[in-house]
Structure formats: structure tokens, C-alpha cells
């Protein structure tokens, strides 16, 4: 192994992979190559944090400024849809997350501040708890209110 992991993951990781395929499995930085591969599930999971935050956000506004509701807030709707169901696809397993309570607390406290910020109205002004349902939320075409 030449290429430090501290100093060029991408390079590290190119090495790592022709290791791999060329069977020298002794050489290989397994401590490293098993923090990248729990970084992997790591980042599907933060994906998937993200673009639920943004569509709870965006509902909230939906809801909150009915005066400004636009064709724009829909398609941002319709595409954090569409990207919860691609990572889903990618990564099924994450599906328990929605099952997970403290998870979907800490969503929700991001897409009420996420909502506070970009509507000017204050936290207070949207539940403390979610009211929608996951089903819900993830419907095509569905809107609160």
C-alpha cells in the first residue's frame, strides 16, 4: 500500500479497489475500508434525512402561506418525492427509519426551522409534533390543508 488514506482518500480507495481485484487481500487497509463502507450507509442515510426535511419544509410552507403557493413549491414537492423514492430504491433497508420516532422528531425539528427561516414566521407558528402521516407525506400529489 503506497497512498496514505489521511492524505487522498480517492486515491486510497482506487488502490484499495485494485487490491481487491487482484486478490491481495493482505495488503488491504481493512480498518479503512470498513469505515467507507459504514460511511456509505451513512450518507444514504443523511440523503435521505435531507430530502425529507426539505418536503416536510415545503409542506409546512404549503400549508402556512397559502397566499404563496406556487407551480415552483410543487415541483419542489413532487422532487424531494422523487428523490425519497430513489434513495429508497437504492438502499430499502432505510425504510425503518420511518418507523424510527426519534428520528422523525429530529426531521421535524429541521423542516420547522428550515420553514421558520424561509416563511419569516415564527417557530411557535407550526406544530411541535408532526401531524402528517409518512403515507402521507410520500403520496404523490398529496398536500396538507
Not at 463502507?37 to 450518507?43: K, M, Q, R, Y
Amino acid at each position: 500500500m503506497t497512498t496514505n488514506y489521511e492524505t487522498d482518500v480517492v486515491a486510497w480507495a482506487n488502490e484499495q479497489a485494485a487490491l481487491l481485484r487482484a486478490g491481495l487481500l493482505s495488503q488491504l487497509d481493512l480498518t479503512h475500508i470498513a469505515e467507507e463502507i459504514e460511511d456509505v450507509g451513512n450518507s444514504e442515510q443523511r440523503e435521505l434525512a435531507s430530502r425529507m426535511a426539505v418536503l416536510l419544509a415545503h409542506l409546512l410552507k404549503w400549508e402556512y402561506q397559502p397566499s404563496r403557493r406556487s407551480k415552483s413549491w410543487q415541483f419542489t414537492l413532487a422532487t424531494q418525492r422523487k428523490e425519497v423514492a430513489y434513495v429508497l430504491a437504492e438502499a430499502p433497508s432505510l425504510r425503518v427509519k420511518f418507523d424510527d420516532a426519534k428520528w422523525l422528531e429530529i426531521l421535524w425539528a429541521k423542516a420547522r426551522t428550515q420553514a421558520e427561516t424561509e416563511t419569516g414566521l415564527d417557530i411557535d407558528t407550526f406544530p411541535e409534533i408532526c401531524p402528517w402521516q409518512v403515507s402521507d407525506v410520500l403520496g404523490e400529489g398529496w398536500l396538507p390543508g
